[in-house]
């Protein structure tokens, strides 16, 4: 197996792409294929400001490796929510990285914050773990940046991330995500731009690219994510792509180009208003993230305060 660049041993084959690249030429594939992103589908521009939720994981860290190497100004914010042994070793992958290669990182920490993780809102509350895991981090993803005055927001989801969303969205029809599916969503009533670079890569790539690079990240999944819907969407769409290379690709970025269209229009999109307890984006009088923590006894402005005190 030979580099289609430079014709030396290859480390890596790329089947979907009928080529394989060795270490130096599949660094430079990586750096084109997020770039290719950015300018395809306009998601910023040089000399903004980028804030990338990193979780310690292979995507979020190669990502922040690859922006920085672009010479974009893209600083960290790990969540941590106090899922045990693994928020400790995810937010010490992060903070190794940041250190590593001098770059800002935001912690916002529940433990630090209210003395408990997300667990426990999430029981306190009734509504299941992961719903509450992802309502509470978009929630402080989303007033990080705008409290901080960063112009996006950019997470790590990566082309089987994407394509299996897609999959899962389609076979409920759910219309509405279907809608906003995409690696770019423009800021809207309060809302700051959200975008995902690494779509046009895998997650074997991403994983690739840290050996490479030797960046250290941690190896297992969230330990609450076992037995989800999203994993079996993925394993579905693995199965397909063993036997025709190419199929993730063809899904997911053939819907972007042939097939988002059909779903736009129809409804209008909901309005939006200042939350009457914290402030930020909701559709009702009090957004959920405030309902929730509140039912759990805890004050939802600590987090704010916890958000303004996250030094980078």
């Known amino acids: 197996m030979r580099c289609l660049k430079?014709?030396?041993?290859?480390?890596?084959?790329?089947?979907?792409?009928?080529?394989?690249?060795?270490?130096?030429?599949?660094?430079?594939?990586?750096?084109?294929?997020?770039?290719?992103?950015?300018r395809k589908f306009k998601m910023?521009?040089?000399?903004?400001?980028?804030?990338?939720?990193?979780?310690?994981?292979?995507?979020?860290?190669?990502l922040w490796d690859v922006l920085?190497?672009?010479?974009y100004q893209a600083d960290g914010l790990y969540i941590d929510l106090g899922i045990g042994d693994y928020s400790a070793r995810s937010r010490e992958k992060a903070e190794n990285f940041?250190?590593?290669?001098?770059?800002?990182?935001?912690?916002?920490?529940?433990?630090?914050?209210?003395?408990?993780?997300?667990?426990?809102?999430?029981?306190?509350s009734g509504k299941p773990f992961c719903s509450t895991c992802g309502l509470v981090k978009r929630y402080i993803m989303n007033a990080a940046a705008s409290i901080k005055g960063y112009d996006a927001v950019v997470t790590g989801h990566n082309l089987d991330?994407?394509?299996?969303?897609?999959?899962?969205?389609?076979?409920?029809?759910?219309?509405?995500?279907?809608?906003?599916?995409?690696?770019?969503?423009?800021?809207?009533?309060?809302?700051v731009r959200k975008v995902k670079p690494l779509c046009r890569l895998?997650?074997?790539?991403?994983?690739?690219?840290?050996?490479?690079?030797?960046?250290?990240?941690?190896?297992?999944?969230?330990?609450?994510?076992?037995?989800?819907?999203?994993?079996a969407y993925k394993d579905v769409l693995n199965a397909l792509e063993s036997?025709?290379?190419?199929?993730?690709?063809?899904?997911?970025?053939?819907?972007?180009?042939?097939?988002?269209?059909?779903?736009?229009?129809?409804s209008e999109e909901p309005q939006l208003r200042p939350c009457s307890?914290?402030?930020?984006?909701?559709t009702a009088e009090t957004c959920s993230f405030c309902r929730q923590v509140q039912r759990a006894g805890l004050d939802p402005l600590a987090v704010l305060e916890a958000i303004k005190n996250s030094g980078a």
């Open 277 to 282: 307890v914290c402030g930020q984006p909701t």
């Open 243 to 266: 036997r025709a290379p190419g199929t993730k690709d063809r899904f997911y970025l053939g819907f972007l180009r042939e097939g988002r269209h059909y779903f736009q229009g129809g």
């Open 6 to 38: 430079c014709g030396s041993g290859a480390c890596i084959e790329i089947r979907r792409h009928r080529a394989a690249y060795c270490e130096e030429h599949f660094v430079e594939h990586v750096h084109k294929q997020v770039t290719r992103a950015v």
């Open 161 to 191: 991330d994407e394509a299996g969303a897609l999959l899962g969205n389609a076979l409920s029809w759910q219309v509405g995500y279907l809608r906003r599916q995409s690696p770019n969503m423009p800021a809207s009533q309060g809302l």
């Open 68 to 71: 920085l190497d672009l010479g």
């Open 98 to 124: 940041a250190g590593a290669r001098r770059a800002a990182l935001h912690v916002v920490s529940l433990p630090e914050t209210y003395g408990v993780n997300v667990g426990y809102i999430a029981k306190k």
């Open 44 to 62: 910023f521009e040089p000399g903004e400001k980028l804030l990338l939720a990193v979780s310690g994981g292979k995507d979020s860290l190669a």
């Open 202 to 231: 895998g997650e074997r790539e991403t994983a690739a690219y840290c050996i490479i690079k030797g960046i250290n990240y941690i190896l297992e999944e969230c330990p609450m994510a076992k037995g989800a819907s999203s994993l």
